[in-house]
């Protein structure tokens, strides 16, 4: 069973569209973390939240974390060719090592 | 740029050879990962370490040998390697383990080896 569900799985947008991405689970978390993976490179640290219902923004990027702690959304607004990667969740199981969801991979087309 | 230093980039070996991949990271973290990831799947765990001890191995097989000489480094030693173990590697750090992993279990990656097995 997976304990992080995303969706979409793959997505491929033209620039300048905007886009939601989606991480969801059954279990309650403490904290949730979004990752970008770009082809050939590691994952790299988004964001972190923490509190039920929080709202981060990083520039065009907006996090959500669901006000029961079980999920989370990223939208993308004005999506460019350098967002383009591969999106993972992942949060802290007990006191496991970060579990990450199957990822979305999202293209954005010049 | 990164601060966890992955060397070398890219790899290739045959089954029979012996070679080592070499993470360092100079945040003064504590913890520090190896992960494998096939393509177009997320990175899967295979060794912890804390405080230079190994605190996880998720059932990897012993042709992978993990090694923590101090806290800035890790190795993974690998011995009589197989096709199917072609991938990226990729070595991790976060600040402490215990309740959480860290501060929020964040974790610092390198750009990972890229590893080819013939």
């Known amino acids: 069973t997976q304990l992080l569900e995303q969706s979409p799985q793959f997505l491929s947008i033209q620039e300048g569209e905007n886009l939601t991405v989606y991480c969801n689970s059954s279990?309650?978390?403490?904290?949730l973390q979004w990752y970008r993976q770009e082809p050939g490179e590691g994952p790299v640290l988004l964001v972190t939240?923490?509190?039920?219902?929080e709202v981060k923004k990083l520039k065009r990027l907006t996090f959500q974390f669901g006000d029961a702690r079980k999920d989370s959304s990223l939208h993308i607004t004005a999506a460019q060719p350098g967002d383009t990667g591969l999106y993972l969740c992942?949060?802290?199981?007990?006191?496991?090592?970060?579990?990450f969801g199957k990822g979305t991979r999202l293209s954005v087309i010049a | 740029d990164t601060e966890v230093t992955q060397t070398p980039k890219h790899l290739v070996m045959g089954m029979t050879n012996k070679k080592s991949l070499k993470c360092e990271q100079h945040?003064?973290?504590?913890?520090m990962y190896w992960y494998k990831q096939k393509a177009k799947k997320p990175p899967e765990l295979m060794f912890v370490?804390?405080?230079?001890?190994?605190?996880i191995n998720e059932s990897v097989p012993s042709r992978f040998s993990p090694e923590c000489p101090n806290s800035s480094l890790l190795n993974l030693h690998l011995h009589a390697l197989q096709p199917e173990d072609s991938a990226l590697y990729l070595c991790?750090?976060?600040?402490?383990?215990?309740?959480?992993?860290?501060?929020?279990?964040?974790?610092?990656f390198g750009e990972g080896s890229r590893l080819t097995v013939l």
């Open positions: 991790a750090s976060s600040p402490k383990q215990g309740q959480g992993y860290g501060v929020s279990g964040e974790l610092f």
């Open positions: 279990s309650v978390f403490s904290s």
């Open positions: 939240v923490v509190t039920g219902g």
């Open positions: 992942a949060v802290n199981s007990g006191n496991t090592p970060l579990v």
């Open positions: 945040m003064g973290h504590r913890a």
């Open positions: 370490y804390s405080y230079e001890k190994l605190s």
